[in-house]
């Protein structure tokens, strides 16, 4: 196995160290960009305990969720994440992407091979071929 990656109960994922460096080190950059670069967003959420405001930079894709305009993101660290905790426990949040804010609600984990189903024919290939093995599946929301 790459040391890039672990398996962790049958799901690959990035390593939490990494995780940990991207939050303090990474984000803060992609900050700057990510709500406006293709396949990137960045999620707003309130913290569950805290109550604080954050912005949170994603991997993500428009898709069809249900029949109704969704976003998928791809949990590069696995479904533990403090972003998609505060989101379930809000009823959602919001998100930046290509400029627009808009609101996302109805988290859903999936493989990434469900999610590859549901996102846009241009770019369903390559998020198949993805090395990650699960997705969020969000509803947009005004």
Do not use: C
């Amino acid at each position: 196995m790459s040391p890039v990656a672990e398996e962790l109960d049958g799901v690959m994922q990035l390593p939490q160290g990494l995780a940990r460096f991207n939050r303090y080190v990474t984000n803060p950059i992609q900050k700057m960009w990510a709500g406006w670069a293709p396949s990137f967003a960045i999620i707003e959420h309130t913290g569950r305990k805290s109550g604080k405001t954050y912005r949170t930079p994603v991997s993500a894709f428009n898709a069809t969720v249900d029949g109704r305009p969704g976003i998928a993101v791809l949990l590069t660290y696995g479904p533990d994440r403090d972003w998609l905790k505060n989101l379930r426990a809000a009823g959602g949040g919001q998100m930046r992407r290509h400029g627009k804010t808009f609101g996302i609600a109805d988290a859903r984990i999936v493989s990434r091979d469900e999610a590859a189903e549901l996102v846009g024919d241009r770019v369903q290939k390559v998020f198949g071929r993805l090395p990650f093995e699960q997705a969020v599946l969000f509803t947009k929301s005004a």
